[in-house]
């Protein structure tokens, strides 16, 4: 039960495993899925992080992370810069442009925020599909420099960039926990419970539900770099909105409002489609269904779960004890 | 000018279609307060059923839209049934989610039984129809506009002079109320995800022949609508038609003077201006 827990010694073994990996796939397709995976369990610790624990779904979170890997891809293929420059501001472009879009869009309530980022992601789609001389359109960026070397450690095998993508997961887990932890993040889940007796406690309603939209949006756009430097190559397609709808399986299933539902999800659903072959295409036609009967039934996620789980029985052996 | 007023004449046509998807939306919207973004997935179905009644059964254009039709308004009253009725005492984002899992399955089932290919589909209605000098129109798009007018009109008089219809309005405006008042708000509700389904299958076998039929073609109709009924206003029947109007000139217009490339982005950067400026909305309130 520990194991999945939000508590710190539970990511212990997780983390051992993933280290050990390596050692243990079979081949290096085996790393690449993990290493996405764990790429899109970054931008969806961001997600969680807006959705799970402030309440607002944003739908244009993918797009945000094609931010992020056009300017990694921008600055690298076409202006030469190196990727340890470009990742940073790939973060920092996201977290900008998002906070002007949250400027705006968080002045709406709930339903109407998500529809109106479901319309930015769309724009952004848009711009980076049509803007032929700063994204190079349809045709996308190929060619992408992968992260020069530090020192010696060097970045052209797989399994180095397998724990390049590990660590900027390691990092993102712990700042997500320093994060929920602090009194910012109950802030965060104050506004999600109730909008209005947050206010009445002096959080501001605002300022607080912006700097969560920013710092999710941060998430992926450091994400969104870090694909481009992985996958060498960007479309479009990095854009699309499935892609959200993807991140937001991966929180549905793992467990929204927790820090390592995302991480599970993003790693067990990316199994999962990656061991049945004929998901690949059709993959919705089974997600799908999935989503709504775990919204039906297992509202909290896997994690979620196991949580409550956990402290029914806690409570339950307290009251033995104290019948005893 | 005569450029200007074709443009015109093609705002009205994609003003009726935008219309008629925003009016189901803003209904289920009214009823269930669930932004439902499978009502564009259920668009897509109809045009894919009404084309498969075409293609494989060889029935005519009517009975293939009467098919169409009947199919998406059993399909949206399944989700009702199944989905959103049982998450109505869920709060925030969870209904939402399902509305997206609703959409996401109806979207790769299409594309897993008709494939993600465009298809054309036929019209009887093909010729052009030379209404004064140098003004044309093609006889389908004269179809979309007077179908659309018709349907609207229809539509309010129904929930406005029927006692059936007032029923969806008295449960949009308050549901307990509606409820001590003897309304059935389970019929209610399913009569409503019934009627949005008829009217997104009827506006996209409408539309289908002017555009094409594929999967994902629900998508950008849909967003266009959720944008028509935050401009007109949540739940608001007038706003949505209105919406509409303004949309369709907005984009036909936008292409012709601006950018075809960008004209998709006219509705989008609309909204966005508009909610910088008024976060809530152009019509405000439960105007009705």
Not at chain 1, 20 to 36: C, E, I, K, R, S
Not at chain 1, 135 to 147: D, E, F, K, Q, R
Not at chain 1, 310 to 324: N, P, T, V
Not at chain 2, 130 to 157: C, F, K, N, P, Y
Request: aromatic content about 12%; overall charge positive.
């Amino acid at each position: 039960m520990r194991l999945l827990s939000d508590g710190a010694r539970g990511w212990l073994l997780p983390g051992l495993a993933a280290l050990l990996f390596p050692l243990v796939a079979a081949n290096d397709y085996h790393l690449t899925v993990m290493a996405t995976a764990f790429i899109f369990a970054i931008a969806t610790l961001g997600l969680n992080l807006i959705t799970g624990y402030a309440g607002q779904l944003n739908l244009a979170h993918a797009s945000f992370m094609a931010i992020g890997a056009y300017t990694v891809g921008i600055l690298s293929v076409d202006h030469g810069w190196w990727f340890w420059c470009a990742l940073p501001v790939a973060g920092v472009t996201s977290a900008v442009l998002g906070w002007f879009v949250g400027l705006v869009s968080l002045r709406l309530q709930g339903h109407f925020f998500s529809i109106f980022t479901l319309c930015v992601g769309y724009i952004i789609f848009l711009v980076i599909e049509k803007w032929e001389s700063l994204t190079h359109g349809t045709v996308g960026l190929m060619g992408i420099p992968a992260p020069e070397s530090i020192g010696p450690i060097h970045f052209d095998g797989l399994a180095a960039q397998y724990y390049l993508t590990l660590a900027f997961l390691a990092a993102a887990i712990w700042a997500k926990r320093r994060i929920v932890n602090s009194l910012l993040g109950r802030a965060f889940i104050a506004l999600r419970n109730s909008e209005e007796l947050a206010e009445a406690i002096g959080i501001q309603r605002m300022r607080t539900k912006l700097l969560a939209f920013t710092l999710s949006v941060f998430y992926a756009g450091m994400a969104g770099g870090l694909y481009a430097g992985f996958a060498r190559f960007i479309s479009p397609d990095a854009a699309s909105v499935n892609l959200t709808f993807d991140m937001m399986i991966y929180m549905i299933v793992g467990g929204i409002g927790t820090v390592a539902g995302p991480v599970l999800g993003a790693v067990g659903m990316s199994w999962l489609t990656q061991s049945l072959q004929f998901l690949q295409e059709y993959r919705f036609m089974v997600f799908g269904p999935i989503l709504i009967l775990l919204v039906l039934h297992v509202p909290q996620g896997l994690v979620g779960s196991l949580s409550v789980g956990r402290l029914r029985w806690q409570f339950r052996r307290g009251r033995s004890h104290a019948e005893s | 000018m005569l450029m200007f007023l074709q443009q015109v004449l093609n705002g009205f046509t994609l003003g009726g279609i935008y219309g008629l998807v925003a009016l189901g939306l803003t209904l289920v919207y009214g009823i269930l307060h669930v932004p439902n973004f499978a009502h564009g997935a259920l668009y897509m179905v109809g045009a894919f059923v009404a084309f498969h009644a075409m293609n494989a059964w060889g029935t005519g254009y009517w009975v293939a839209m009467m098919v169409a039709a009947g199919v998406v308004a059993l399909l949206a009253v399944t989700s009702e049934r199944l989905v959103f009725s049982r998450l109505r005492n869920a709060s925030g984002i969870h209904p939402m989610i399902a509305a997206v899992g609703i959409m996401l399955f109806l979207e790769a089932s299409a594309q897993a039984i008709w494939g993600a290919d465009f298809q054309r589909m036929p019209t009887p209605y093909a010729g052009v129809v030379e209404l004064t000098d140098g003004i044309s129109m093609s006889a389908q798009r004269l179809l979309i506009v007077a179908a659309a007018l018709m349907l609207m009109v229809a539509m309010h008089w129904f929930l406005t002079r029927t006692l059936t219809g007032s029923t969806i309005i008295v449960m949009a405006q308050n549901r307990d109320g509606a409820s001590l008042i003897g309304v059935d708000a389970n019929r209610v509700a399913m009569m409503t995800f019934a009627i949005s389904g008829v009217l997104a299958a009827i506006a996209s076998v409408l539309y289908a022949p002017v555009n094409l039929v594929y999967p994902a073609m629900g998508y950008l109709v849909i967003t266009k609508a959720f944008v028509i009924i935050i401009l007109g206003g949540m739940g608001s029947v007038p706003g949505a038609i209105i919406g509409g109007q303004i949309i369709g000139f907005a984009e036909s217009l936008g292409a012709y003077y601006v950018s075809t490339d960008y004209k998709d982005i006219v509705a989008f950067a609309l909204l966005v201006l508009i909610l910088s400026v008024r976060p809530q909305g152009l019509f405000p309130g439960r105007g009705r």
